[in-house]
């Protein structure tokens, strides 16, 4: 079974990248399924499958006698975790800034709610994410600094309690991981970025809305400076048939 997920996500993702990379254009129907399992190297159960799951995520659009069509891209899931892998990989730049506007759109609102809402268990989990950024930050190559740093965040958006920001938070994992990659390389970078998380769990602490929402403002302006100037900005990661951040 587990070999089955495995080759159905590698045919989903094959097809999926080639949408998000433009290979067939919105509107236009997909190769006739023989030609295109072919070309892939699946059979056409695994084809059809695969056709399901983008059926699925806002991708295509299956209807009789007109065949499976590629819909555009305003029909996509660009939530899903698959969407953002692919929108990574095809086009990091413009994810990257479709991150940069979500955040400041919804972290300082959630920074605010935090403050007036989080109990002691949501102060607690902002802090403990803190202080493993700091740990992270010392260890050489700093292992494991951003995924603390995605803690953080998923945890300040957790403490308002409103379950929606907090699925909001698990959904965009893959973006936010993408732009703390990219923003962490530049020199000096990490080492600003401590003081202001702090600021940001000490205002939540202190119940200061105003003061939490300027301080997580201050690290989404930092972190789009970082990302201009970071030596990974043009950086591709190789990709690979199915794939996994």
Same mark, same amino acid.
């Given at each position: 079974m587990a070999h089955f997920r495995t080759r159905h996500q590698q045919v989903v993702d094959e097809l999926g990248r080639r949408i998000v990379d433009g290979v067939w254009e919105?509107?236009?129907?997909?190769?006739?399924?023989?030609?295109?399992?072919?070309?892939?190297?699946?059979?056409?159960?695994?084809?059809?499958?695969?056709?399901?799951?983008?059926?699925?995520?806002?991708?295509?659009?299956?209807?009789?006698?007109?065949?499976?069509?590629?819909?555009?891209?305003?029909?996509?899931?660009?939530?899903?975790?698959?969407?953002?892998?692919?929108?990574?990989?095809?086009?990091?730049?413009?994810?990257?800034?479709d991150t940069g506007e979500l955040r400041r759109i919804i972290e300082p609102g959630a920074a605010g709610l935090a403050a007036r809402r989080a109990g002691? !268990?949501?102060?607690? #989990?902002?802090? =403990? &994410?803190? $202080? @493993?950024?700091?740990?992270?930050?010392?260890?050489p190559g700093r292992s494991g600094y951003v995924e603390a740093d995605i803690a953080f965040h998923r945890a300040l958006l957790n403490a308002g309690g409103n379950r929606l920001l907090g699925s909001l938070g698990?959904?965009?994992?893959?973006?936010?991981?993408?732009?703390?990659?990219?923003?962490?390389?530049?020199?000096?970078?990490?080492?600003?970025?401590?003081?202001?998380?702090?600021?940001? !769990?000490?205002?939540? #602490?202190?119940? =200061? &809305?105003? $003061? @939490?929402?300027a301080a997580v403002l201050s690290i989404i302006e930092a972190a789009e400076r970082e990302i201009a100037e970071s030596p990974g900005l043009h950086r591709r990661r190789p990709r690979g048939r199915g794939d996994r951040p």
């Amino acid at each position: 079974m587990a070999h089955f997920r495995t080759r159905h996500q590698q045919v989903v993702d094959e097809l999926g990248r080639r949408i998000v990379d433009g290979v067939w254009e919105p509107g236009q129907p997909l190769p006739v399924e023989d030609a295109l399992a072919t070309g892939i190297g699946v059979s056409r159960g695994a084809l059809r499958e695969a056709v399901k799951a983008l059926v699925a995520k806002g991708m295509l659009d299956v209807r009789p006698r007109t065949g499976t069509r590629v819909l555009p891209p305003e029909h996509w899931n660009h939530l899903d975790r698959d969407v953002l892998r692919w929108k990574q990989a095809g086009d990091p730049a413009a994810l990257l800034r479709d991150t940069g506007e979500l955040r400041r759109i919804i972290e300082p609102g959630a920074a605010g709610l935090a403050a007036r809402r989080a109990g002691p !268990a949501g102060t607690r #989990a902002l802090y =403990d &994410a803190l $202080a @493993a950024m700091e740990a992270a930050a010392a260890r050489p190559g700093r292992s494991g600094y951003v995924e603390a740093d995605i803690a953080f965040h998923r945890a300040l958006l957790n403490a308002g309690g409103n379950r929606l920001l907090g699925s909001l938070g698990r959904a965009v994992g893959i973006a936010l991981e993408h732009s703390f990659h990219i923003s962490s390389q530049t020199p000096g970078a990490v080492e600003a970025s401590l003081p202001l998380h702090r600021a940001v !769990a000490e205002a939540v #602490a202190a119940g =200061d &809305a105003a $003061a @939490a929402s300027a301080a997580v403002l201050s690290i989404i302006e930092a972190a789009e400076r970082e990302i201009a100037e970071s030596p990974g900005l043009h950086r591709r990661r190789p990709r690979g048939r199915g794939d996994r951040p």
